[in-house]
């Protein structure tokens, strides 16, 4: 049955490889490079980086394939294919409206990321210029602080990002994203392993690796808990239909586990380089890793301003930051746009409206920096999980088990059965139990 469906208007990626891109486009952004660093240095990093790889292994990667397979399956945008599959399963279609909260998510994601995005463009052209190539680290530092004082500075990029992701999406996801992910996400990968070789030469590699492996489990409280689970389903684009969407048009019947596991692998990966690419040089400048959301903006420049070649290396790595936060931004308004074209809007229309509130929303983002710190934190620590715990649950105990073995194409039955057993039981408990910790609920 699940076979005779098509894609939604029969559109499907090229092969198995496009949508691997495609979604390790969408998972891999700014979360690894921007934000893992800077929140591993504020909650104390080896604990706190350990905890974040439990909750990846245990609670993403089952959630990833619980969405790759309700998209798959459903064949539709992320609200109709979850009431359809929920129908089908004689439940209530209700359920479709946690794909209606993920557009919402999306949308909230959108209205912050894309001033990070925006800040990253506006590295682009003043890697470009040399601006900061005979800067000392604190007038780098003090530059930075310029950009977030300039709310006329901001908007600009912030809207050429906007315009950027609109753009793509309005063309359609499926033509264009595919090939430009697949030679961009090699050049970035290229480009940290670089500046990881780089930051092992010039930086303290050692007080880097120190910093993100040794583990002193007495600095992880309730909240940096929350904060890795909550980074895990940002970091894997979970828990809002970004990855149910692009599961939409996953071509053939082929098992899902591998898929998501080179995706999941790929993210994690990206993420730990950034954090040795990074920390050696916090360390080597004697800057200190809990600084927050400038560390990007800061460590990076002080090491490109040292470095011979840093202007193209500064050029292209902020270039490359920017190209992996579009491949991104493209999935946070998908599902919402695929949803709206299936209730009688044009596509263009779809994208500029949704895109269009997710600027305005950014504009608030830029002047007040309260908004932007309750928007990041509302989505990442309360709404991915609580998508990701309505899915979990409707995958594990709502559809019939039969149905889900075929649909996840899983061969293995003891696979199947240890995801099964992960995605019931684990993943809940795991989310509702971090929830209840971090509200002082529960101790342990
Ligand atoms: N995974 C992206 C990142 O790490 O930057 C952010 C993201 C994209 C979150 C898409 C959620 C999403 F649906």
Redo the contacts with the bound molecule.
């Keep these: 049955m699940s076979k005779a469906l098509t894609a939604p208007e029969g559109v499907t990626w090229k092969s198995r490889w496009t949508f691997i891109l495609a979604a390790t486009g969408?998972?891999?952004?700014?979360?690894?490079?921007?934000?893992?660093p800077y929140i591993t240095g504020e909650y104390g990093g080896g604990a706190f980086v350990l905890t974040y790889l439990a909750c990846i292994l245990m609670i993403g990667i089952p959630v990833m394939i619980a969405e790759v397979m309700i998209g798959r399956a459903g064949r539709s945008n992320p609200a109709d294919a979850m009431s359809r599959l929920a129908k089908e399963s004689k439940r209530s279609s209700y359920w479709g409206l946690v794909g209606v909260a993920?557009v919402l998510?999306?949308l909230m994601?959108m209205m912050f990321?894309s001033v990070v995005a925006g800040w990253a463009l506006d590295y682009v052209a003043q890697s470009a210029s040399g601006a900061y190539s005979d800067l000392d680290a604190e007038q780098i530092e003090s530059n930075f602080g310029q950009l977030l004082a300039s709310n006329g500075q901001q908007l600009l990029w912030h809207s050429v990002f906007c315009l950027l992701t609109a753009s793509v999406v309005a063309a359609g996801v499926t033509k264009g994203i595919g090939k430009a992910v697949d030679i961009l996400m090699p050049m970035l990968f290229v480009c940290l392993l670089l500046l990881v070789g780089y930051s092992a030469i010039n930086g303290d590699f050692a007080a880097g690796l120190h910093f993100m492996f040794d583990t002193d489990f007495s600095r992880l409280n309730g909240e940096a808990i929350l904060v890795a689970m909550g980074h895990a389903?940002?970091?894997?684009?979970?828990?809002?239909?970004?990855?149910m969407a692009y599961g939409a048009y996953f071509p053939g019947h082929s098992s899902i586990g591998k898929t998501v596991l080179t995706i999941a692998a790929l993210?994690t990966v990206i993420?730990l380089l950034a954090g040795m690419a990074m920390f050696p040089l916090v360390f080597a400048n004697d800057l200190v890793p809990g600084q927050g959301p400038g560390l990007m903006f800061v460590t990076l420049p002080i090491a490109f301003s040292n470095m011979s070649g840093g202007l193209f290396f500064g050029t292209l790595f902020f270039t490359l930051v920017s190209i992996?936060?579009l491949s991104?931004?493209i999935?946070?308004i998908e599902?919402g746009v695929a949803w709206l074209e299936r209730h009688g809007f044009n596509r263009p229309l779809a994208t500029f409206g949704l895109a269009g509130t997710a600027w305005l929303g950014g504009i608030a983002s830029i002047h007040y920096e309260a908004v932007f710190n309750a928007l990041d934190y509302l989505?990442?620590n309360v709404m991915?999980p609580l998508g990701g715990l309505l899915i979990a649950i409707f995958v594990g105990w709502q559809m019939p088990a039969p149905r889900v073995l075929d649909e996840t194409g899983i061969v293995s039955s003891r696979v199947f059965s240890a995801w099964r057993f992960l995605l019931r039981y684990i993943a809940p408990l795991g989310i509702i139990a971090v929830f209840l910790h971090s509200l002082g609920l529960l101790t342990w």
């Design positions: 969408s998972a891999v952004g700014l979360g690894n490079i921007w934000k893992f993920g998510s999306g994601i990321y389903f940002f970091t894997l684009s979970l828990g809002m239909g970004a990855i993210d993420a992996a936060a991104s931004s999935s946070l599902p989505t990442a991915l």
